[in-house]
């Protein structure tokens, strides 16, 4: 009898603690307000399927137990089960619902995916480079298009290993130490890059991630829909010092936006700016943008 | 696909309990030993083809550069081909019971197998010598790779195939072990199958 | 009904059991160490496993101790918790549960179920225990080498498994990927075993369709594995060699702390394909052992046949086929191909109908039944509650979409653990309490078996499902110390550090278990023969425990399936798989 009960508190302290629970989604600050809707979908087809099955499952335990000692067979000559090997007609109808329900968490699923791998045209390109364990950031400049970039390349001089003939290249905005921008309300196609492991460009807030490769370029698109400052994470385990790669992306309007990036320095500035220090000082080694480990690492 | 057939029927009804009350267990009319040779070969084709699909994939990135097919390939392939045939000539003595005859076409079939090893060392100390270091080379690092993963099931076959003929030397009789070099035999004949799909694979690329 | 006359009876000879080389033990080496007999070999299976595992389990008290109180244990380090993460994770998906449900529950049950005198290559068998035994150690020296075992992640990606970014990137991966191998090889040995036994050393009358479903979901589970487990072993072959020689079969050009390395061209998304090509089967050669197991244990302990026998064999068959084709929802967010997404959704979620009906068969068993709520039940009807809710989170991850914001957060952790860990472990608990009185002739205590079970059942519960709740707020998973952030509520950390206590009941409860087998062996109850009243051959043994050869002279013959529970017209309401129809009680 409380073996139905307790599981009956289960079903009923699940559906509870869901309805009541404090931790939940953090409020949406992108445009992926259809994953969320997909969420929700998910739990009103699933949710009540899963109280279903635990109500009948403690019904059949109250209703059918075997009123004896709990280790003891039942009696001889005694048995009160119903022998009924199959029946086609039910099966067939619990697979058929059960397709149905699948088909309805499925069909938005695989749409609002199909928005979320298509890129509108009117997104513009900033780059997020991953390294253990730090982010930089690369916006396209002037000439709105990201110079190319070569692995092979990465040096002290060219943190972010550009192509250096590329001409695309040379007004991109590079961004290391600093906190990422992004312009309210414009649609940005995140290109992903990663110089050394795997890592995945993640703000709780924006709801779309993606890992990051070496050697790959990969991608997501967003609109932010809300100022404000954001935590970045690293959602792929990259080693150590994974817990401590963090960083902050700030929401601007397009006023504040524009003003912070012709506060930063171009490629060709750095590259300027680097030859300057050489000439003055051609005796100390350069790597002031070099990857040092995050900070909290401990030491290896 | 009868077992498909077979997990249709419904072993409650009375029909059915007849028919099943009559069956025997087995399921394929093979000893177990074949049967067992047969999946664990299964095995032994999904680890190769795996390596092909990988082998494929990496092809695709652009730092691939073939490898030359040193001349000594194709006379390992013609030594593994011979293995194989001796080792079927001693299942066709093994058949009609002749002992001198299996006891020949082992020892050949070994000795081949042997050379066709040595053969395999040979081809990866040229490749080293010419300078295809493998770190550098993808291709060159998957075809040591396979290469010595053929090795090492054809070593394994060569356990099986001593035991044998420690046993014939024992002074088994032909159709004492005729199992064993059937299935020694049949083990020769994939691993053949393997390396010829493999090399052609090399080959072509 | 018609009575019995004995003289109309026509005695049945017994069935042509070729004469098979029964295996006597003349030492005792021979008899309890390099032993031939399954029984003995899946008893030293168990108890490797169970050591291991337990080994995982402390492993996953530390983890939780720094989840939940993160300030306390300052010897703790970011490198030893992913360390213990990937340890906890590698030994309880492979060194416990695969080598449990097939290794162990395979061994003991498959010749006892099907009539046979034992494996059919007794020998190969035995070396598979050995092997298996060699990999566990292999495992436990990487935690004495320079640098301990590796911490990357029980899924080991490249290129950071290999690099010094991790902990364990030097001996510890490689002693990792070579256990693995051994693993492998001794599994196979085994698996080759499970499968011919089943198909070839089958008594007269025991056709597949008679076969309890525990054998159904043994074989094809092992079938699975033995397609699965070589894409392991040809990644773990390659990453060796890109971590030893310095090949670059997953390595692209990498730049490590601002200094070029000589890797170039190689790709780690291949490394995730092949790793998941063999991960996902890896999911059901744990969870279908587990449908079989937990079907039998429904039905007999509700005396009623199991619901559907056909439907279930045919969802066990077709979720395993389909569990090939469906590897990539693991890596949604991967960086593959987007467009692979639309196709492994659809194939994960159309998976999730025939898993359903299972569910559904399961419930309908009970439905009608004459349930008695003995401690395998109990099991058994925990198991369906946490598997529901495993299966429905693993409906939310499978969906592409849903997965890109739960993905590597505390959700797709709670996730596996209910469905692949406590779930199943569920089962295995409910089958040793079902089957020690037939491995040592007495019953486990059963008043300590309650409070093993209600805070096993209770406490996981507690300990996972809220845990989602975590996921989506969006705290990530394999996190040191998540620290200060603008988004996670301090009562999350409330919530963390319950966990942790729970967690720990939980563990505390296992060591009852454990204790209640020991002194159980010893000086437990005496079990009657049969004492819960099956139908299926293991418990129709000539003495119990089954001694060599199981059967005694004769083999058994089955003249009916293994659910032959309160048949119309028959007074018992069981009638075993071996009774003639003449000698039925009516």
Same mark, same amino acid.
């Given at each position: 009898?409380?073996?139905?009960?307790?599981?009956?508190?289960?079903?009923?302290?699940?559906?509870?603690?869901?309805?009541?629970?404090?931790?939940?989604?953090?409020?949406?600050?992108?445009?992926?307000?259809?994953?969320?809707?997909?969420?929700?979908?998910?739990?009103?087809?699933?949710?009540?399927?899963?109280?279903?099955?635990?109500?009948?499952?403690?019904?059949?335990?109250?209703?059918?137990?075997?009123?004896?000692?709990?280790?003891?067979?039942?009696?001889?000559?005694?048995?009160?089960?119903?022998?009924?090997?199959?029946?086609?007609?039910?099966?067939?109808?619990?697979?058929?619902?059960?397709?149905?329900?699948?088909?309805?968490?499925?069909?938005?699923?695989?749409?609002?995916?199909?928005?979320?791998?298509?890129?509108?045209?009117?997104?513009?390109?900033?780059?997020?480079?991953?390294?253990?364990?730090?982010?930089?950031?690369?916006?396209?400049?002037?000439?709105?298009?990201?110079?190319?970039?070569?692995?092979?390349?990465?040096?002290?001089?060219?943190?972010?290993?550009?192509?250096?003939?590329?001409?695309?290249?040379?007004?991109?905005?590079?961004?290391?130490?600093?906190?990422?921008?992004?312009?309210?309300?414009?649609?940005?196609?995140?290109?992903?890059?990663?110089?050394?492991?795997?890592?995945?460009?993640?703000?709780?807030?924006?709801?779309?991630?993606?890992?990051?490769?070496?050697?790959?370029?990969?991608?997501?698109?967003?609109?932010?829909?809300?100022?404000?400052?954001?935590?970045?994470?690293?959602?792929?385990?990259?080693?150590?010092?994974?817990?401590?790669?963090?960083?902050?992306?700030?929401?601007?309007?397009?006023?504040?936006?524009?003003?912070?990036?012709?506060?930063?320095?171009?490629?060709?500035?750095?590259?300027?700016?680097?030859?300057?220090?050489?000439?003055?000082?051609?005796?100390?080694?350069?790597?002031?943008?070099?990857?040092?480990?995050?900070?909290?690492?401990?030491?290896? | 696909?009868?077992?498909?057939?077979?997990?249709?029927?419904?072993?409650?009804?009375?029909?059915?309990?007849?028919?099943?009350?009559?069956?025997?267990?087995?399921?394929?009319?093979?000893?177990?030993?074949?049967?067992?040779?047969?999946?664990?070969?299964?095995?032994?084709?999904?680890?190769?083809?795996?390596?092909?699909?990988?082998?494929?994939?990496?092809?695709?990135?652009?730092?691939?550069?073939?490898?030359?097919?040193?001349?000594?390939?194709?006379?390992?392939?013609?030594?593994?081909?011979?293995?194989?045939?001796?080792?079927?000539?001693?299942?066709?003595?093994?058949?009609?019971?002749?002992?001198?005859?299996?006891?020949?076409?082992?020892?050949?079939?070994?000795?081949?197998?042997?050379?066709?090893?040595?053969?395999?060392?040979?081809?990866?100390?040229?490749?080293?010598?010419?300078?295809?270091?493998?770190?550098?080379?993808?291709?060159?690092?998957?075809?040591?790779?396979?290469?010595?993963?053929?090795?090492?099931?054809?070593?394994?076959?060569?356990?099986?195939?001593?035991?044998?003929?420690?046993?014939?030397?024992?002074?088994?009789?032909?159709?004492?072990?005729?199992?064993?070099?059937?299935?020694?035999?049949?083990?020769?004949?994939?691993?053949?199958?393997?390396?010829?799909?493999?090399?052609?694979?090399?080959?072509?690329? | 009904?018609?009575?019995?006359?004995?003289?109309?009876?026509?005695?049945?000879?017994?069935?042509?059991? @070729?004469?098979?080389? &029964?295996?006597?033990?003349?030492?005792?080496?021979?008899?309890?160490?390099?032993?031939?007999?399954?029984?003995?070999?899946?008893?030293?299976?168990?108890?490797?496993?169970?050591?291991?595992?337990?080994?995982?389990?402390?492993?996953?008290?530390?983890?939780?101790?720094?989840?939940?109180?993160?300030?306390?244990?300052?010897?703790?380090?970011?490198?030893?918790?992913?360390?213990?993460?990937?340890?906890?994770?590698?030994?309880?998906?492979?060194?416990?549960?695969?080598?449990?449900?097939?290794?162990?529950?395979?061994?003991?049950?498959?010749?006892?179920?099907?009539?046979?005198?034992?494996?059919?290559?007794?020998?190969?068998?035995?070396?598979?225990?050995?092997?298996?035994?060699?990999?566990?150690?292999?495992?436990? /020296?990487?935690?004495?080498? @320079?640098?301990?075992?590796?911490? /990357?992640?029980?899924?080991?990606?490249?290129?950071?498994?290999?690099?010094?970014?991790?902990?364990?990137?030097?001996?510890?991966?490689?002693?990792?990927?070579?256990?693995?191998?051994?693993?492998?090889?001794?599994?196979?040995?085994?698996?080759?075993?499970?499968?011919?036994?089943?198909?070839?050393?089958?008594?007269?009358?025991?056709?597949?369709?008679?076969?309890?479903?525990?054998?159904?979901?043994?074989?094809?589970?092992?079938?699975?594995?033995?397609?699965?487990?070589?894409?392991?072993?040809?990644?773990?072959?390659?990453?060796?060699?890109?971590?030893?020689?310095?090949?670059?079969?997953?390595?692209?050009?990498?730049?490590?702390?601002?200094?070029?390395?000589?890797?170039?061209?190689?790709?780690?998304?291949?490394?995730?394909?092949?790793?998941?090509?063999?991960?996902?089967?890896?999911?059901?050669?744990?969870?279908?052992?587990?449908?079989?197991?937990?079907?039998?244990?429904?039905?007999?302990?509700?005396?009623?046949?199991?619901?559907?026998?056909?439907?279930?064999?045919?969802?066990?068959?077709?979720?395993?086929?389909?569990?090939?084709?469906?590897?990539?929802?693991?890596?949604?967010?991967?960086?593959?191909?987007?467009?692979?997404?639309?196709?492994?959704?659809?194939?994960?979620?159309?998976?999730?109908?025939?898993?359903?009906?299972?569910?559904?068969?399961?419930?309908?068993?009970?439905?009608?039944?004459?349930?008695?709520?003995?401690?395998?039940?109990?099991?058994?009807?925990?198991?369906?509650?946490?598997?529901?809710?495993?299966?429905?989170?693993?409906?939310?991850?499978?969906?592409?979409?849903?997965?890109?914001? &739960?993905?590597?957060?505390?959700?797709?952790?709670?996730?596996?653990?209910?469905?692949?860990?406590?779930?199943?472990?569920?089962?295995?608990?409910?089958?040793? *309490?079902?089957?020690?009185?037939?491995?040592?002739?007495?019953?486990?205590?059963?008043?300590?078996?309650?409070?093993?079970?209600?805070?096993?059942?209770?406490?996981?519960?507690?300990? *996972?499902? @809220?845990?989602?709740?975590?996921?989506?707020?969006?705290?990530?998973?394999?996190?040191?110390?998540?620290?200060?952030?603008?988004?996670?509520?301090?009562?999350?950390?409330?919530?963390?550090?319950?966990?942790?206590?729970?967690?720990?009941?939980?563990?505390?409860?296992?060591?009852?278990?454990? *204790?209640?087998?020991?002194?159980?062996?010893?000086?437990?109850?005496?079990?009657?023969?049969?004492?819960?009243?099956?139908?299926?051959?293991?418990?129709?043994?000539?003495?119990?425990?089954?001694?060599?050869?199981?059967?005694?002279?004769?083999?058994?013959?089955?003249?009916?399936?293994? *659910?032959?529970?309160?048949? @119309?017209?028959?007074?018992?309401?069981?009638?075993?798989?071996?009774?003639?129809?003449?000698?039925?009680?009516?």
């Amino acid at each position: 009898m409380w073996v139905a009960i307790v599981v009956v508190l289960v079903a009923l302290g699940s559906l509870l603690f869901h309805l009541f629970t404090p931790w939940w989604s953090t409020e949406i600050a992108s445009n992926w307000g259809s994953m969320d809707l997909t969420i929700d979908i998910t739990f009103w087809i699933t949710g009540p399927a899963y109280i279903l099955i635990l109500l009948f499952t403690a019904f059949c335990i109250y209703k059918f137990h075997a009123k004896v000692g709990k280790n003891e067979a039942a009696p001889e000559s005694n048995h009160k089960a119903a022998y009924d090997p199959e029946n086609k007609k039910l099966e067939w109808w619990l697979t058929v619902g059960t397709t149905v329900g699948v088909a309805g968490l499925l069909a938005p699923g695989l749409i609002v995916w199909n928005s979320y791998v298509t890129v509108p045209e009117e997104a513009v390109e900033i780059e997020v480079l991953g390294q253990q364990w730090q982010w930089g950031y690369r916006y396209p400049g002037a000439d709105g298009k990201l110079g190319t970039s070569d692995a092979t390349l990465v040096n002290g001089d060219n943190p972010f290993g550009l192509i250096l003939d590329d001409p695309n290249g040379q007004d991109d905005i590079l961004v290391e130490g600093d906190d990422l921008h992004l312009q309210l309300d414009q649609p940005v196609n995140v290109l992903l890059r990663s110089l050394d492991v795997l890592h995945d460009f993640y703000v709780p807030q924006f709801r779309a991630k993606m890992d990051m490769v070496p050697g790959l370029v990969t991608f997501f698109w967003m609109t932010p829909t809300r100022t404000g400052t954001f935590d970045i994470l690293c959602a792929e385990l990259c080693g150590s010092g994974h817990y401590a790669m963090r960083g902050t992306v700030v929401v601007d309007e397009k006023a504040d936006y524009d003003a912070w990036l012709s506060e930063q320095q171009t490629f060709a500035q750095f590259r300027a700016a680097l030859e300057d220090k050489s000439k003055d000082n051609s005796s100390v080694v350069m790597n002031t943008v070099g990857p040092q480990p995050a900070h909290g690492v401990m030491s290896r | 696909m009868e077992f498909f057939q077979e997990i249709r029927n419904k072993p409650w009804l009375e029909s059915q309990v007849e028919i099943d009350n009559a069956r025997e267990g087995g399921s394929y009319a093979l000893p177990a030993v074949k049967v067992g040779l047969r999946v664990f070969l299964g095995v032994v084709v999904v680890v190769f083809s795996l390596s092909v699909v990988a082998y494929s994939d990496r092809m695709t990135i652009a730092d691939w550069r073939p490898v030359p097919e040193p001349l000594i390939m194709w006379l390992n392939l013609l030594i593994l081909i011979a293995s194989s045939v001796a080792m079927q000539w001693a299942v066709i003595n093994a058949r009609r019971d002749r002992t001198p005859g299996v006891e020949v076409g082992m020892l050949v079939g070994g000795a081949f197998a042997l050379a066709f090893l040595a053969g395999q060392l040979l081809v990866v100390r040229q490749l080293d010598a010419l300078g295809y270091f493998a770190p550098t080379n993808p291709a060159l690092a998957f075809l040591y790779m396979l290469t010595a993963l053929h090795a090492v099931h054809i070593l394994g076959g060569l356990v099986a195939w001593g035991r044998t003929v420690l046993r014939i030397w024992g002074g088994k009789e032909a159709h004492e072990v005729r199992m064993s070099v059937e299935l020694c035999a049949f083990y020769w004949h994939f691993l053949l199958a393997i390396w010829l799909v493999l090399f052609l694979w090399f080959v072509i690329t | 009904m018609v009575d019995v006359t004995p003289e109309k009876i026509e005695h049945v000879g017994p069935a042509e059991v @070729p004469e098979v080389d &029964l295996y006597h033990a003349h030492s005792w080496w021979t008899k309890y160490v390099f032993c031939q007999d399954a029984k003995v070999i899946a008893i030293q299976y168990g108890c490797t496993a169970v050591a291991i595992g337990l080994v995982g389990l402390v492993l996953s008290w530390i983890m939780r101790l720094q989840l939940g109180f993160p300030e306390f244990f300052s010897f703790i380090s970011p490198e030893l918790y992913l360390q213990f993460v990937t340890m906890h994770g590698m030994i309880m998906v492979i060194y416990l549960l695969t080598a449990l449900f097939l290794g162990s529950f395979g061994n003991y049950l498959i010749p006892l179920m099907v009539g046979a005198r034992d494996m059919v290559f007794p020998y190969v068998n035995m070396l598979s225990f050995w092997v298996y035994l060699i990999a566990v150690l292999v495992l436990c /020296a990487s935690f004495f080498v @320079p640098g301990g075992p590796t911490g /990357a992640g029980w899924t080991l990606y490249p290129p950071q498994a290999i690099l010094s970014g991790t902990p364990g990137s030097g001996a510890g991966i490689v002693l990792m990927l070579v256990s693995l191998a051994l693993f492998i090889v001794g599994f196979t040995m085994g698996g080759l075993n499970y499968v011919v036994t089943i198909l070839q050393a089958r008594t007269r009358g025991m056709t597949l369709m008679r076969m309890p479903l525990t054998i159904w979901g043994i074989f094809t589970a092992t079938v699975l594995a033995l397609l699965a487990f070589p894409a392991l072993f040809v990644s773990a072959i390659m990453m060796t060699l890109d971590s030893v020689l310095g090949t670059s079969f997953f390595m692209p050009a990498i730049v490590e702390f601002g200094e070029q390395l000589a890797y170039g061209g190689g790709s780690p998304v291949l490394f995730q394909h092949l790793f998941w090509f063999f991960g996902h089967p890896e999911v059901y050669i744990v969870a279908l052992p587990a449908f079989g197991i937990v079907s039998d244990l429904l039905s007999i302990h509700a005396r009623r046949h199991i619901f559907g026998y056909r439907m279930m064999v045919w969802a066990i068959v077709g979720i395993g086929a389909l569990s090939f084709v469906v590897w990539a929802h693991h890596m949604y967010v991967s960086g593959m191909n987007p467009y692979f997404g639309f196709f492994f959704a659809t194939t994960t979620l159309i998976i999730a109908v025939p898993t359903a009906l299972k569910v559904y068969n399961w419930t309908l068993t009970l439905w009608r039944g004459d349930i008695h709520l003995t401690i395998p039940m109990l099991f058994a009807i925990a198991f369906i509650i946490t598997f529901v809710n495993g299966g429905i989170t693993g409906l939310f991850l499978g969906n592409v979409v849903v997965d890109v914001p &739960l993905s590597d957060t505390m959700f797709v952790v709670a996730h596996f653990h209910m469905v692949m860990g406590v779930a199943p472990i569920l089962v295995v608990f409910g089958a040793i *309490y079902h089957w020690f009185p037939l491995m040592s002739g007495r019953m486990l205590n059963n008043a300590m078996g309650q409070f093993h079970f209600w805070v096993t059942f209770v406490g996981a519960y507690l300990i *996972y499902f @809220p845990m989602h709740y975590l996921g989506f707020i969006g705290v990530p998973r394999r996190y040191w110390e998540i620290g200060e952030t603008s988004f996670i509520p301090d009562s999350a950390d409330s919530l963390n550090a319950f966990i942790t206590v729970a967690a720990l009941i939980v563990g505390f409860a296992q060591v009852v278990f454990i *204790y209640n087998i020991i002194v159980s062996v010893f000086r437990g109850e005496k079990a009657e023969r049969n004492p819960w009243k099956a139908t299926s051959l293991e418990w129709q043994t000539e003495t119990v425990p089954p001694g060599h050869g199981n059967f005694g002279e004769e083999a058994p013959v089955v003249y009916r399936w293994a *659910y032959s529970f309160s048949v @119309p017209g028959t007074v018992d309401d069981y009638v075993p798989q071996n009774v003639h129809p003449d000698y039925v009680k009516k």
